[in-house]
């Protein structure tokens, strides 16, 4: 807590406490004024020395803990907040963005709500699938998946990344039942209703495409790339038509 221009605090009253640092910080030293572990930053130019790698490798180490800390607490919150009823005024805020911007505030805190998960186990393979599509190794993808959804079936987040998966992997088929499985399970997953059109885009079934991707704009006006595919559907529509 920093304070300009006001009186000086008496030593009684010095304290600084706040609900996020113990999850960054293991302790406070308050006679030197540091926090525990003290963290520095280093800044190295061109003609410096090469730096000590072993620094560095610290330096990450901890930077890696940190993220792991700060994502364990925001994850905390996402899964009280779906607790607590929130998603529904998510989606209701949502369906009435009047902008791409006003509506990805409401898209990302939706989606951190949709996926998230009181199994720490859960929690786990889906990154792991994450890294590994990063990576594209989709085998080892669906693999964490297909383990996460040994553990829970009625997650619907599960069933829509292995959606995706399939869909990248060119599975189609594999795709369209994952994403229905998704919306059995939440029906207000706007993502499982982009990758139930898109797969049937994949499979030439365009009427049933374009419905759902309609479907998919009535969740999320500004859902990114469904009003492109609504148009390339009904454009393969109207050729399949005239051939």
Not at 70 to 82: F, G, I, N
Not at 132 to 146: I, K, N, W
Request: charged fraction near 25%; avoid cysteine.
């Amino acid at each position: 807590v920093a304070q300009e221009n006001l009186e000086e605090l008496p030593l009684s009253e010095r304290a600084i406490s706040h609900e996020l640092l113990p999850h960054f910080f293991d302790g406070f030293d308050a006679a030197s004024g540091t926090f525990l572990p003290v963290q520095q930053l280093r800044y190295w130019y061109s003609r410096d020395p090469l730096p000590d790698t072993g620094l560095a490798v610290l330096a990450a180490e901890q930077a890696a803990a940190a993220l792991d800390k700060l994502s364990a607490l925001l994850h905390s919150h996402a899964l009280d907040a779906r607790g607590a009823g929130l998603l529904e005024p998510l989606m209701l805020l949502l369906g009435a963005a009047g902008s791409a911007a006003d509506s990805a505030a409401a898209e990302r805190a939706a989606l951190a709500l949709l996926a998230a998960h009181p199994s720490g186990e859960v929690r786990e393979l889906m990154r792991a699938s994450e890294r590994s599509v990063e990576g594209d190794d989709l085998l080892a993808a669906r693999g964490a998946l297909d383990e996460a959804l040994d553990i829970d079936a009625g997650h619907a987040e599960l069933f829509a990344r292995r959606a995706a998966v399939h869909l990248r992997a060119g599975r189609p088929e594999a795709g369209l039942s994952d994403a229905r499985d998704a919306l059995q399970r939440d029906a207000r997953h706007f993502a499982a209703r982009t990758l139930e059109g898109s797969a049937l885009r994949e499979l030439r079934r365009y009427d049933e495409a374009v419905d759902a991707f309609e479907a998919a704009l009535r969740l999320h006006p500004w859902a990114p790339g469904v009003v492109p595919n609504i148009f390339k559907a009904e454009r393969a529509r109207r050729i399949l038509g005239n051939a």
